[in-house]
Every structure is written in C-alpha cells, then in structure tokens.
C-alpha cells in the first residue's frame, strides 16, 4: 500500500463517509445512534488502516464493519434494556426505595425531602452511605473545607425545619445509625 496510514484513512473517509452515514440512519431510529455506528466504523477503519481493500473495495469493507457495529449496538441496547427493566423491579419491591404514598412517609422525611438538592445530598451521603466530610469532598469535587461549611448549614436548616415541623430533635437526628 506505500501510502502513510493518514492519508489512506482520509482517502477512505471522504469517499466513503456519505454512504455509511445514509447506512447508518436508515438503520438507526435516532440520528445520536447513527453517529454512534459512523465513529466506530471509522475508528475501525482507522486502526485496521491496513486491512482495508483498496478502491471500492474499501466502501464495501466499512459497510461490513458497519453492519457488525449496528449488530453490537442494538444488543447492547438489549442488554441496558433488560437491566434498566430488572433494576425497576427491584426498586419498585424495595421498602426503602419503592413509591410510598403521602401517609407513608415519616415527618421527618417530609422535612428532608423538603430540603433543597444539595442539602438533602450532603446530609444523606452522611447519613445513608456513611461518608465522611473527606469522601463527601471527592464525591463533590469541592474542597474538604467547603463540605464542613455546607454540612453544617444544611445541618442548621434541617433542625430549623424539623423544630417547624414540630420535631424536637434536640441538636442531632440520627437515621440509620448516623447522626446528622
């Protein structure tokens, strides 16, 4: 082939790149998809630069590789599908997690739901998955100083809501065996 890899692959690109794409969303119900298959065909094409026919043999070739990606993407559709479903059920059966009505729910997790996101986050990374104010900082992304500030405020507002709500919870709530 004597060609560099490069320009063998922009060869092969730009003659072949409008056919495989019109493969592709004829084949694919969303555009995203579509893309999907024409950047992994492509990015075959490119690592198997060498094993790429020459001529029109090269479309050819990408059309097969692109039929072979489209087979691995929807099984692999299948396969999020399956556990997406199974994961449902599972939430759904789970007492914690499942949709409770309005009279299942505790005061006080009335007044934690009605804290907002990023209080209700931090209080229970605390209290629900046992994080400290070091672990919380590399969930967050945010210094280990800043969750100490934000944790107490949250902390703050949540007994506020709570001493509203006519909860006494005397300076500390603890759920599942940790204190907030």
Same mark, same amino acid.
């Given at each position: 082939?004597?060609?560099?890899?490069?320009?063998?692959?922009? #060869?092969? *690109?730009?003659?072949?790149?409008?056919?495989?794409?019109? *493969?592709?969303?004829?084949? !694919?119900?969303?555009?995203?998809? =579509?893309?999907?298959?024409?950047?992994?065909?492509?990015?075959?094409?490119?690592?198997?630069?060498?094993?790429?026919?020459?001529?029109?043999?090269? +479309?050819?070739?990408?059309?097969?590789?692109? +039929?072979?990606?489209?087979?691995?993407?929807?099984?692999?559709?299948?396969?999020?599908?399956?556990?997406?479903?199974?994961?449902?059920?599972?939430?759904?059966?789970?007492?914690?997690?499942?949709?409770?009505? =309005?009279?299942? *729910? @505790?005061?006080?997790?009335?007044?934690?739901?009605?804290? @907002?996101?990023?209080?209700?986050?931090?209080?229970?990374?605390?209290?629900?998955?046992?994080?400290?104010? +070091? #672990?919380?900082?590399?969930?967050?992304?945010?210094?280990?100083?800043?969750?100490?500030?934000?944790? *107490?405020?949250? +902390?703050?507002?949540?007994?506020?809501?709570?001493?509203?709500?006519?909860?006494? !919870?005397?300076?500390?709530?603890?759920?599942?065996?940790?204190?907030?």
């Amino acid at each position: 082939m004597g060609r560099d890899p490069e320009s063998r692959f922009v #060869e092969v *690109y730009e003659s072949a790149y409008g056919p495989i794409l019109g *493969y592709a969303l004829r084949r !694919c119900p969303d555009p995203d998809d =579509a893309a999907d298959v024409v950047a992994e065909t492509f990015m075959i094409a490119w690592r198997r630069i060498d094993e790429v026919p020459l001529g029109d043999d090269a +479309r050819l070739w990408l059309f097969g590789v692109a +039929r072979r990606v489209l087979a691995n993407h929807r099984r692999g559709e299948r396969r999020h599908e399956q556990r997406t479903a199974a994961l449902c059920e599972q939430l759904a059966a789970s007492p914690v997690l499942g949709e409770p009505s =309005a009279e299942d *729910y @505790s005061q006080v997790g009335k007044v934690l739901r009605g804290l @907002s996101d990023d209080d209700r986050e931090l209080l229970t990374l605390v209290a629900w998955e046992s994080l400290g104010t +070091r #672990e919380i900082a590399r969930v967050l992304g945010i210094s280990r100083n800043a969750v100490a500030v934000r944790l *107490y405020r949250a +902390r703050r507002r949540f007994a506020r809501d709570l001493a509203k709500a006519g909860i006494n !919870c005397s300076g500390s709530v603890v759920i599942e065996g940790n204190t907030l």
